[in-house]
Structures are given as C-alpha cells and as structure tokens.
C-alpha cells in the first residue's frame, strides 16, 4: 500500500480575503472550487507540486474558528528568502521569527500559521 499527500484544510471566516491572502503571500493560485449550499471549497496550487491548500468556508460560520495552542502549521520553502521575507514584513504577516534556524512563521487572516523555509529545506 502506498499513500500520497493530496491536500491539507483550512477552514476560514472569510473565504475571498483568505484567497487574495494566499496569492499575495505565497503565491498560491485557485486550481478548483466546489459551491454547496452550506459550504465552498477552494483548491489552492503552487503551481509545482501536486500537493494542495483545501480552504473551507463554511457559510452559517460567524464566530472565529478556535485554533487552541496554533501548535500546527504548513511548511513552504521559496527560492528567494529574502525576498520573501520582505514581502511578508512589508504584509506585516510575520508572527514568528526562528533567526537561529534561519526561518520564520507568517498568520493568515484567520490566524494559521505558515512556516518559510529557504531553500530546498523541508
């Protein structure tokens, strides 16, 4: 038996403010969305892994998802570091700075944590 990652889920508050979050943050692209009367799902792709971000919107939802301790998180490395890192200051995004393992953490809108990574690290 072999398994393969296919996508994570993250459920936010306010679907389209995520979405723009995302492509401006990380570059994420909308590869596909399901609409149900309840929910929506978007599909977001980087555009070089198969791998995917599921958010989920839940449309009766109008209190903010408790996260408990933030003690998960995604992990994503990027070509320029630097840059990045400039980009997600400039956002003021970044909640969490590691400067001794050379990483740092960002919050989405709804309080995730997003770990940048330079690099090929993983």
Do not use: Q
Request: proline share 3%; with cysteine.
């Amino acid at each position: 038996m072999n398994f393969k990652f296919v996508h994570n889920n993250f459920n936010v508050s306010n679907l389209e403010s995520s979405v723009a979050f995302y492509k401006e943050a990380l570059g994420l692209v909308e590869v596909r969305r399901m609409e149900k009367p309840d929910f929506t799902l978007v599909f977001l792709g980087d555009s070089i892994t198969t791998h995917k971000l599921e958010l989920t919107w839940l449309k009766d939802k109008t209190t903010p998802y408790n996260l408990g301790d933030n003690e998960f998180h995604l992990a994503l490395n990027v070509d320029d570091f630097d840059g990045a890192y400039e980009l997600h200051k400039k956002m003021g995004c970044i909640c969490y700075e590691n400067k001794a393992m050379g990483i740092y953490f960002i919050a989405d809108p709804d309080g995730y944590w997003i770990e940048i990574l330079p690099g090929d690290r993983g």
